[in-house]
Structure formats: C-alpha cells, structure tokens
C-alpha cells in the first residue's frame, strides 16, 4: 500500500489531498477538480508517491480528466 499526495493549485491557494490507495486519492482529487470552477481549469497538480506507476498513472488520469473537462466548457461557448 502506497501513501499518495495529490496537490492541485487553484486561484484561492494550494489543496492538498493524501491517501492510502491509489483509488482513494483518484476518487477525492477527481471530486474536488469537478467541483472547481470550469474556468479555473487545467489547474496545476502534482503526485507524489514512492511507486513510480501510481504517480504516472494518477497524472495521467487527472490531467486527462482536465481535458476533458476543458473540451466540455470550450464546447458551450
């Protein structure tokens, strides 16, 4: 089991998040990007853990979730 921390920068200041799973920490920082506000996004972020593939896999999984989120909001416009 890894320990993980997860922190997003936003406009209001830095947000960190640790979990024990690498489930855990994608389910809370996915919450709390959704939450923020479309225009605050892509927020920076940055994964530490001391398994390499945990770390890639949750950057790579928020920042897609990002893009995502981005296309979405570029769409409405």
Not at 46 to 53: F, S, T
Request: charged letters at 25%.
């Amino acid at each position: 089991m890894a320990t993980i921390a997860i922190l997003i920068g936003t406009r209001a200041g830095a947000r960190l998040l640790a979990a024990t799973s690498e489930r855990e920490a994608a389910l809370s920082a996915e919450a709390f990007l959704r939450r923020l506000p479309a225009r605050a996004l892509p927020a920076p972020l940055w994964v530490q853990c001391a398994d390499p593939g945990v770390t890639g896999r949750l950057t790579g999984y928020l920042s897609e979730l990002q893009a995502e989120q981005v296309r979405e909001r570029d769409a409405r416009v």
